[in-house]
């Protein structure tokens, strides 16, 4: 006898399937439904299991059964109802509202991609270059017990974590926050060599430039030196080199404003004409910084290139004199979740990296 318990989890599947199965063929009203046979000999449950789970579709309004003609698509309004279960495997950083928006975005395309989301927050307090399984609590045996149709995750992870969701064939795409991960992934753009280059493009001689660093200090320092012979101590500062054992706001470990006045304090003709900052965090806290020392006086007043985000407007642009690179956040998660959703389908067989632009935005 099947315990009702597991009746309802086979019937939840079959529900699961079909719901993939009108997305995924991008079915429109009117369009048939694979048969109860079919159904049958790829899922591997029996026809009253079947059966049940058109009667919950029928219910909702999605599907309907005509004589003659089988199960037929009525409405494709599936939002809010659950195709496919994805892990959100990520670091919660709380002082970061670009990451928080950009968490917030992807949770929504999941939801219209009829995609139920199951976050798992690292539980390890110190931080390291990559991440163990067992760091986030309950990933591995939802895995074991195929809960989760796939894995989108925003931090590294070891070989041991990788044999791992190998040997359970689980798909798994890394954002560009998971530098060290390879695979399916959707890269960082490198807005860097493109700040420089605006910069170059403006005719500025004595550019520099002030960012986070890790885990990108080496292709940053790169970048500065392809660019410009400037002196390494005096131009280009990389707040964090190495990876801080301890996640917080990099206000609280290191002082920007020291930086701000080595660079005012520089004779006239060494100053940088512009001030390169790849990161609107930082931006928030360095424009106000100088804005202050202009009302006392103050007479360096460099070009900025910098970043920001679209759905975080920590600065309003028209206060600064400067061009800007600006990212969809929404944007990139929609373009994230469909990558996703295309290796899980078997649409992505190779793994590559998708790497998504900003727009430049210039001052006239």
């Excluded at 309004?77 to 509202?97: C, D, H, K, Q, Y």
């Excluded at 960082?188 to 280059?197: E, G, N, P, V, W």
């Excluded at 301890?246 to 470990?253: A, V, W």
């Amino acid at each position: 006898m099947v315990h009702k318990k597991n009746q309802g989890n086979q019937t939840e599947t079959v529900k699961q399937a079909l719901i993939c199965h009108i997305r995924d063929l991008e079915l429109k009203p009117g369009d048939r439904l694979p048969s109860q046979a079919e159904l049958r000999q790829r899922l591997g449950v029996g026809g009253a299991t079947i059966q049940r789970a058109v009667n919950a579709l029928c219910d909702s309004g999605i599907v309907e059964i005509k004589p003659h003609r089988g199960v037929i698509l009525r409405n494709t309004a599936t939002n809010g109802m659950i195709g496919r279960e994805i892990g959100l495997v990520n670091l919660w950083r709380t002082f970061s509202p670009s990451v928080a928006s950009y968490l917030q975005c992807l949770q929504l395309q999941l939801h219209q991609n009829a995609c139920q989301s199951k976050t798992f927050l690292r539980n390890f307090p110190e931080m390291t270059d990559v991440d163990s399984l067992s760091y986030f609590d309950g990933l591995k045996r939802c895995i074991e017990m195929k809960q989760l149709n796939g894995i989108l995750t925003t931090v590294s992870f070891d070989d041991e974590t990788w044999e791992f969701f190998d040997k359970h064939k689980i798909p798994v795409v890394s954002t560009e926050s998971a530098a060290k991960n390879g695979g399916f992934r959707v890269e960082r753009y490198d807005y860097i060599d493109a700040s420089f280059r605006q910069a170059q493009k403006r005719g500025f001689k004595r550019p520099a430039l002030i960012c986070c660093g890790y885990p990108y200090t080496e292709q940053t320092l790169k970048t500065f030196h392809q660019y410009t012979d400037l002196p390494e101590d005096k131009y280009c500062f990389v707040i964090n080199r190495m990876i801080k054992p301890t996640d917080h706001s990099i206000f609280e470990q290191n002082n920007v404003a020291t930086i701000l006045e080595q660079m005012a304090a520089m004779p006239k003709a060494k100053r940088p004409d512009v001030l390169i900052v790849p990161d609107d965090i930082l931006m928030s806290h360095i424009f106000p910084y100088l804005q202050r020392k202009w009302c006392a006086g103050c007479d360096w007043k460099p070009f900025f290139i910098y970043l920001r985000h679209k759905q975080v407007p920590i600065l309003a642009p028209e206060l600064i004199e400067g061009d800007y690179l600006e990212f969809d956040i929404m944007k990139t998660a929609e373009i994230t979740i469909d990558f996703l959703l295309d290796v899980i389908r078997g649409k992505e067989t190779t793994p590559r990296s998708i790497i998504i632009e900003p727009e430049l935005f210039e001052q006239k």
